[in-house]
């Protein structure tokens, strides 16, 4: 693997290579016009959902039959999606990170992240539900569809109806159904006790309609058990012990919901890492293949307890489980990899040595990981953390290259970090080039940006130019102060005058001096005193 390489699914097409998580955009287009059920089955296979309704209605109105096949592919899709279309950019932001003007890319948040903080709600008398209610004949896997949509997007009270119609109908329930419901147990009642009691109803009822529990089944009763506390905790054993009874081994997404049982998250450390410290012993070397849509947030999981303890052997071991056979393939989609490269790097930058920490992050970025802009400023602290403060121009033109510039903290930080020091003259002038290229930012479409011209932005970049012995682009900045309507602080003006005295440079010192007289400083006075003092000045002067 080439870690400098783009992610392998863009090496065809360099142009199209997304330089941020941002741009992890899927485009479809439809292809199939005419009235047909093809027509249906392609705007269901591209989960394109009220194009799809609208094709059905279509095909109903002009007298043409659907197949069952087809309309219980269109039930699922709808019930999938709670009768949405499914998020995937331009969606609205849902609240501001650092300021209204310091993440505008945020309004274009790839699909999960929105769509796990915008949860989408069941619909009452939706598209599923008319569907449903105009077909002649209602079997169970139409049953199926509306019962685990209606769990999957909180009408769990609904779901538990919709089954109790469906007995009262004289129809078998299946699998399915039971997992959905068995996940939802929860909903609908109050007490541990009362939602342990609803599993185990529902679980006698499987067993009396001989339906046999599979995997996704145990992964259900787990999942419920998260929100059973001391309950729940008490019937992990049991279940796995009846998983092992039946054969059924468990899948990433089972260990999943056993650290969920006993690690909350935002937990802050309490929990036994014991229990994670035993999982990743029996899983140490185990390839995997997913069997449930969960099986990809157990790395993530996992990753957050390491963090969460500040355990660095454990992430150690949890990403050498993730290098075995594909098992990366169960990371997760590229939102997903983000949380869990995010969570080990940001351990990693608290943690480790500054040296251990950038192999790490050159072999992780750009191939696995696009660090958001949290990430590079624990990068950052690193950095300060272990005296390498040198490598700051280094990284600050990955944080251009991944369109974080336009975070106010980070180029903040940026600036900071270099100003807040004098070193030797090669790092100056190295700390000097990058802060005019932070300058050229600011200086930018506004619009792109988002970043207004601050004190602190202005003073460091004049400083850091002033080490350098720039002096002409150090005043440049200075008149920046008058025209963004900020004022200088009296030890950038006494630095300044230092800088002209070495240089030679009277007139320069008289300008500055009323620089500060037309700011009414109160070290005007000091400085027109030193300005006398140290310089050779004509009368004019």
């Not at 949290?374 to 390498?388: E, F, H, I």
Request: contains cysteine; hydrophobic residues 40%.
């Amino acid at each position: 693997q080439d870690p400098t390489a783009y992610p392998y699914q863009f090496q065809d097409d360099s142009y199209l290579a997304p330089r941020t998580s941002l741009e992890f955009v899927q485009t479809v287009t439809l292809q199939l016009e005419e009235l047909s059920e093809e027509a249906l089955k392609e705007r269901i296979n591209l989960r394109k959902v009220q194009a799809a309704v609208d094709m059905y209605d279509q095909l109903l109105q002009a007298g043409t039959a659907v197949s069952l096949e087809t309309t219980h592919d269109l039930l699922d899709l709808i019930c999938l999606y709670s009768d949405t279309e499914p998020v995937q950019d331009e969606e609205p932001q849902t609240k501001e990170v650092e300021g209204s003007a310091e993440d505008s890319k945020n309004k274009k948040w790839r699909g999960h992240w929105v769509s796990d903080l915008i949860k989408v709600t069941w619909k009452e008398n939706n598209n599923a539900e008319r569907i449903f209610n105009l077909l002649p004949e209602r079997d169970t896997r139409c049953y199926s569809a509306l019962i685990r949509g209606m769990v999957m997007h909180g009408a769990s009270a609904k779901a538990f109806s919709m089954y109790t119609d469906l007995l009262n109908n004289r129809l078998t329930a299946d699998v399915h159904i039971f997992n959905a419901l068995i996940s939802a147990a929860p909903d609908v009642r109050e007490k541990y006790t009362e939602r342990w009691a609803a599993i185990v109803e529902l679980l006698n009822q499987m067993s009396q309609q001989k339906i046999q529990p599979n995997l996704l089944t145990f992964n259900s009763i787990l999942k419920a058990l998260k929100r059973c506390g001391s309950t729940g905790k008490a019937q992990v054993g049991h279940t796995l012990n009846e998983m092992k009874a039946l054969g059924i081994a468990p899948s990433l997404a089972t260990f999943n919901h056993i650290l969920g049982v006993y690690f909350r998250p935002g937990s802050n450390g309490k929990g036994n890492i014991d229990i994670l410290q035993d999982v990743m012993s029996e899983l140490a070397g185990t390839s995997f293949t997913c069997q449930d849509p969960d099986d990809v947030m157990f790395f993530s999981s996992a990753m957050r307890i390491c963090l969460d303890h500040k355990d660095l052997e454990l992430s150690y071991k949890i990403q050498s489980l993730v290098e075995v056979g594909e098992n990366w393939r169960l990371l997760g989609d590229s939102f997903q990899q983000s949380i869990y490269y995010g969570r080990f790097f940001n351990l990693l930058c608290m943690m480790e040595h500054i040296d251990v920490v950038l192999k790490w992050y050159r072999k992780l970025i750009p191939s696995l990981y696009y660090p958001n802009h949290q990430g590079m400023r624990d990068l950052l602290q690193a950095l300060d953390t272990d005296s390498r403060l040198d490598l700051v121009p280094t990284i600050w033109k990955d944080i251009r290259t991944l369109g974080h510039d336009t975070k106010v903290r980070l180029v903040h930080e940026v600036l900071n970090l270099m100003a807040r020091e004098i070193h030797s003259p090669e790092i100056q002038e190295s700390f000097a080039a990058c802060a005019l290229d932070v300058k050229r930012v600011f200086e930018e479409d506004k619009w792109r940006t988002g970043l207004e011209w601050t004190t602190s932005a202005l003073s460091s970049i004049a400083t850091l130019l002033l080490r350098a012995n720039k002096t002409e682009q150090a005043w440049d900045m200075l008149q920046l102060f008058k025209s963004k309507n900020r004022v200088p602080k009296d030890e950038l003006l006494e630095n300044f005058l230092s800088v002209c005295h070495s240089n030679g440079t009277p007139q320069r010192a008289v300008e500055l001096v009323q620089l500060s007289a037309a700011f009414y400083l109160a070290s005007t006075p000091r400085l027109a005193t030193r300005a006398l003092a140290e310089f050779q000045l004509t009368e004019e002067q």
